[in-house]
């Protein structure tokens, strides 16, 4: 077992949080428009450019999303390059393990009631993780653990074609760094991040119900859908969350979908590149094919 597969499983809930926070938090302008948006990979065209593909994710291990549609692994298989929202490096998932925790001389039990924190450690010792290492998380990434059904394989979508891509000698690249994911995450404040994981302990029970509806729609490749579900679960919680939770989405979503955009222009121009980013990030009027037509590319879904 190399380095990578010994990770994946400890470090599978940092990424699967932004599956989480995409989906059940996050208001888009296009679930304001009339015309749906249908569609998972997208051809990038552009004058005097070799076509290029945008496929949106779903961080999830889930069989039915891991075994690609045909359209799909054509177009991954015949690309000259694959870019991802992170490169999986043996040293960048090093730094994402360090960085779910809490500083030294900080522990979780210090900044919640001890019944919240009786009940969190009941919860995550259901998902492998002992009551030494709850301790030590930050809350944001307490949430995600617990958001999430028991992790199988580690096999989430986007890692899986990492690999896939490295056992065809394709070249590699990120569009962001380990220290840019990490500061989204930081950017809440230890406070507020207890103020959201709060407010989400007593919809815990839902996250199975949602998560299923989550991925029967990302199958249809409904991405107006999606976000329809999106607004339902948001309008859970009070007012100072859902504060935070706007504050926290204009760096997770917005922000970087502005980033990822500029940063992908490179391959771009090379051509036949072949883009894999989180299925949130496409739609909208902030999202990346909008942003991608305002730079002057035509974008078609192909599936």
Request: charged residues 25%.
């Amino acid at each position: 077992m190399n380095n990578i597969s010994r990770l994946q499983h400890r470090l599978n809930p940092l990424f699967i949080l932004l599956l989480l926070l995409f989906t059940v938090s996050y208001h888009s302008s296009l679930a304001t428009e009339n015309a749906s948006q249908i569609g998972l990979l997208w051809q990038i065209n552009k004058a005097g450019l070799k076509p290029s593909y945008v496929f949106g994710t779903i961080h999830s291990e889930d069989p039915r999303v891991t075994q690609l549609p045909s359209q799909v692994q054509r177009r991954f298989e015949q690309a000259d390059s694959v870019t991802i929202e992170m490169n999986f490096s043996f040293s960048n998932l090093m730094k994402s393990i360090f960085g779910i925790y809490l500083k030294p001389g900080q522990t979780l039990d210090k900044f919640i009631s001890k019944p919240d924190y009786e009940e969190l450690v009941k919860r995550l010792e259901q998902h492998g993780v002992p009551e030494e290492v709850t301790k030590r998380l930050k809350p944001l990434a307490t949430l995600m653990i617990l958001s999430m059904p028991k992790s199988n394989s580690g096999q989430f979508l986007d890692l899986l074609l990492y690999q896939r891509a490295q056992d065809l000698d394709k070249p590699v690249y990120g569009l962001e760094t380990v220290e840019e994911q990490l500061a989204i995450f930081d950017a809440l404040p230890i406070p507020e991040q207890v103020v959201l994981l709060k407010g989400s302990l007593e919809y815990l029970d839902d996250m199975p119900k949602m998560l299923e509806e989550l991925h029967e729609l990302y199958l249809q490749r409904d991405l107006t859908a999606l976000l329809q579900l999106n607004d339902e679960y948001t309008a859970k919680g009070t007012a100072e969350e859902k504060k935070l939770t706007e504050k926290f989405m204009q760096r997770l979503v917005d922000d970087r979908n502005v980033r990822m955009v500029e940063r992908m222009q490179v391959r771009l121009q090379e051509g036949n590149a072949f883009i894999a980013v989180g299925a949130l990030h496409l739609p909208g009027g902030k999202g990346i094919l909008k942003l991608l037509e305002a730079r002057g590319y035509r974008v078609l879904a192909l599936y």
